[in-house]
């Protein structure tokens, strides 16, 4: 359970470096126990990755990069327990702005989406409920995905959410709108997923029935949108949808 850098050409076919990532900082803090789930953002100057990172229990690691070569790693961003945490792509009002999901040392029983603030990446507050689990495939919990998309309606965020079933966790993932200004004012929230584990190898893996989405590309020219995922923690899946049609699907089937 490390992180590894990878290059494309086409953002198809890549190459990961077969070593994982070493980070400069304070040995306290980039002490390897696990690190896993990574997202990648581009703010101002710099790429910042955010992972679930392994001190005493789960919480956010933080680090970032000019050019995928050298790593310097940033404080925990939060006390564990704390999983999914995701960075927005500029500052609002100021700060830098995330999602996390506040967890335990298990599998969380509860899941809900928090946003909070920070005017340097160390410290963080400003703690804001989003939304919490639903009906369906987001019954048991749900939590952050890829960097949210700024859009002229709001930030288009792509979550996954969690059922479980009597084979398990399900992992599907959907999306919401959360306002520009304020994010952790939900616009309008799908009531049904976009996409959910349905070919073999979403659904067989090391950890089966999960489409767990990390990443997403948006075409400002065309709005075609690349998001990849992790399916069933084996391999990684991509899709191809257009954010206009993702925005009306969900305001034409709001929760």
Known sequence: MNIHAGRS??????????????????PEVTALVYRYDPRVCWIEDRYYVSWCNGYHGPTIGLGYTTDFVHFTQLENAFLPYNRNGVLFPRR???????????SDTGHTPFGDIF??????????????WVMGPLGGWQSTKVGGGPTPIETSEGWLL???????????YVYSFGAALLDLDQPWKVICRGA????SPQALYECVGDVP????PC???ADSATGRLAIYYGAADSVTGLAFAYVDEIIAFIRANPV
């Open 192 to 195: 049904h997923y976009l996409l």
């Open 92 to 102: 609002i009002g100021g700060n830098y702005a995330m999602l996390s999901r506040p």
């Open 215 to 217: 990443a997403a590309l």
């Open 9 to 26: 050409r086409d953002g198809i076919c890549w190459d990961i470096d077969p070593l994982p990532i070493r980070f400069a900082g304070d």
């Open 158 to 168: 792509i979550y996954h959410g969690v059922l479980t079933s009597c084979n398990g």
């Open 115 to 128: 946003y909070s603030e920070s005017p340097d990446m160390t410290y963080w507050g400003k703690h804001r």
């Open 209 to 212: 029935n999960v489409t767990f």
